[in-house]
């Protein structure tokens, strides 16, 4: 049993194990026994959360020194994301798609399928997360807008 063991973990390493170990991560199979492996070492499974937490912590933390410049826009925007006014609520996000009749505010076109809620002020400029501020997008016309007025848009 020993020598399969060894074997299993050798194989791992070569390019094959490693993509026939990426395949088994994805499934089913694999999820479920982490899952039960997670119920049976629920000591082991809180001190590697932990461990972990704590990693991220100091990556976190470090990132921050490094980046300190990136890190303050960062920080500029959450804040403000945080004072825009209210939150938006299922009601209002019920509103504003049934008032947009599926259609792009951007490019005019039906959406069909996935949608995004994009400020028309953008938050970072002093938008807020009221009715009037939001509207549907595609996924890619937003992307595309990204933290844009419509006018900076139309101007390229
Ligand atoms: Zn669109």
Redesign the pocket.
Known sequence: MLARAEYQRQYRKTERGKSWLKLYRKSKKSKEYTLNWRLNNKDKTIACTRRNQEKSNLRTKLWRINNREKYLICKRLSDLKRMAHGRITLRTLNSVILNSNMI??????I?FDKYHIDHIVPISKGGTNKKKNLAL??P???RKKHNKFLWELELE
């Not at 792009?104 to 076109?109: A, D, E, N, S, V």
């Open positions: 792009c505010y951007l490019c005019g076109k959406i997008t595609h890619i016309c937003n």
